[in-house]
C-alpha cells in the first residue's frame, strides 16, 4: 500500500536533507585533504557536484544502520565510500559513452579533458576505499573484502554493457537485467549489509543483502525508464539505445517489434546504435510508449517493489523499516 502523501512528503523532505547533509560532508573531508592541490580538489567537488543527484546510496546505508542501533558517525565512512564508488562509476561512464552532459552541466571529461577525468575518477575511487577501510579492522574485515566484492561486480557489469554485441534481439532484456544486479544491485546489498555486519548478525545480513539486491535492481530499472525521458537523469536522452547498450524499455521494445508496422519496424531498427538528433529521438519516445515497451518496463519495475516491499514487512518491524518501504515505493512509476 502506497504511502499517504503528508507521510510521502516527510519521507522526501528526510531524504533530501540527507542528499545534502551527506554532499555537504564529503565535499569537506575533500577540501581537508592534506596533499591535493587546491584546483585537484575543486575539480574532485565538481565530479561530486553533478552527480549529487544519485545520493542516495549514503541515506540507505544511513538509516538501516539505524534499526541496529549503530550511531551515524559510525557508519557514515562507509555510507560516503558507497556514494564515492558510484560517482567514480559515473565519471568513468560518461567517458566511455562520450557523454558530454550530466545533470544540465558538462561532464567531467568534457570539462577537464579525458586524461585528467580517468585521475580524478581513480582518485575518487581510492578515497571510497579509504573511507571503508577506516571501519574495517583486524577483527572485522569482512566490511572491506564485501565492499572489494561490491566493486567487481559493478566492474562486471560495466563490462557487460560496454562489450555487448549491439545486436536488437530478444537477449536485450535478460543482459539488462542481469546488469542492473552487477552495477546497482550489489552495491545496495553492500550499502543495507553493512551495519549488520560490524554487528555480526548474520541471518539479518542475509536478509537485507537479498532486499538491497531487490532495491538496487529497481534503482536500474527506473534509470533505464528514466533514459528515455527527456535528461531527466541528467544524461543525454535514449543514450543506451543510440550507444547500442542493454536496457529494459529496448528489451521490451525488442518484444515488441512484430506488433509494429513495417515503418515503425524499419525506423527502430535502421536507428539502434545510431546518433540520433532531436526528432528521432523523439519518435523513438513516441514508438516506446505505443507500443507499450515502456508501459512493460513500468510494470516490472513495480512488481519488483511490490515483492520487495513484502520481503521488508516479514522482516523488521521498526520506523526504520517504514523509511526503507517508503524509499521502494518512490521508486515505483
Known sequence: MRATLKSMDDFLYDLNKEKKQSKREIISVIRSQIGPSRSFKEKLVYSIDISSNHL????????????????????????????????????????????????????????????????????????????????????????????????????????????????????????????????????????LSAAPILRGKHSLELELADIGISIGKAMQIRDDIHDYKADVLGKPFLLDFMNGQPNVVTGYLVKKLKALTEIEKKFVEENWNQKLDTLKQEKIKSISIQSGAINDAVKSLNNLCDETIKKLDCLIESSEKKLLIDFVTILKG
Open 56 to 191: 542516495e546510496k549514503a541515506y540507505l546505508t544511513i538509516k538501516a544502520a539505524s534499526y541496529f542501533k549503530v550511531a551515524r558517525n559510525d557508519i557514515a565512512g562507509i555510507a560516503y565510500g558507497a556514494e564515492l564508488l558510484m560517482i567514480s562509476a559515473l565519471v568513468f561512464d560518461d567517458i566511455i559513452d562520450e557523454a558530454e552532459t550530466r545533470s544540465g552541466r558538462p561532464s567531467v571529461w568534457k570539462k577537464y579533458g579525458v586524461a585528467e577525468a580517468i585521475i580524478l575518477a581513480d582518485y575518487l575511487a581510492s578515497l571510497s576505499f579509504k573511507f571503508v577501510l577506516e571501519k574495517s579492522t583486524n577483527e572485522n574485515n569482512k566490511i572491506l573484502r564485501s565492499f572489494i566484492q561490491t566493486r567487481m561486480h559493478l566492474l562486471e557489469g560495466q563490462h557487460l554493457i560496454e562489450t555487448y554485441d549491439k545486436s536488437l534481439d530478444a537477449k536485450i532484456l535478460d543482459q539488462a537485467r542481469i546488469a542492473a544486479e552487477l552495477r546497482c544491485g550489489h552495491l545496495i546489498k553492500f550499502c
